[in-house]
């Protein structure tokens, strides 16, 4: 019981890190328990990198979508370009 119980905390904890990853917040709270915990490295990397690639993916494509939408609603390059930065730098 106390093996299924650590396996499972690591899946757990490999999830946490990929959320963690996942959101534009920080994760350094969290990298420095771990590392403070001496947990390894490449077992938080891993996670770590593809949330991070998932994040990315996400916001490359919802900004091609939003891209679309404002062009099929007429708006101009210049009009679509200010309304990008405005909206990034909130």
């Avoid at 969290?30 to 593809?50: A, E, K, Q, S, W």
């Amino acid at each position: 019981m106390i093996k299924l119980i650590e396996v499972k905390g690591k899946y757990v904890l490999m999830l946490a890190v990929f959320l963690s990853a996942l959101t534009p917040l920080p994760g350094d709270l969290l990298f420095i328990v771990l590392g403070f915990l001496r947990y390894d490295l490449l077992r938080v990397l891993l996670p770590c990198m593809l949330g991070k690639a998932t994040m990315l993916y996400l916001v490359s494509l919802f900004g091609k979508l939003a891209w679309e939408v404002a062009e099929d609603m007429g708006l101009s390059e210049g009009v679509l370009t200010v309304v990008t930065l405005e909206v990034l730098t909130l």
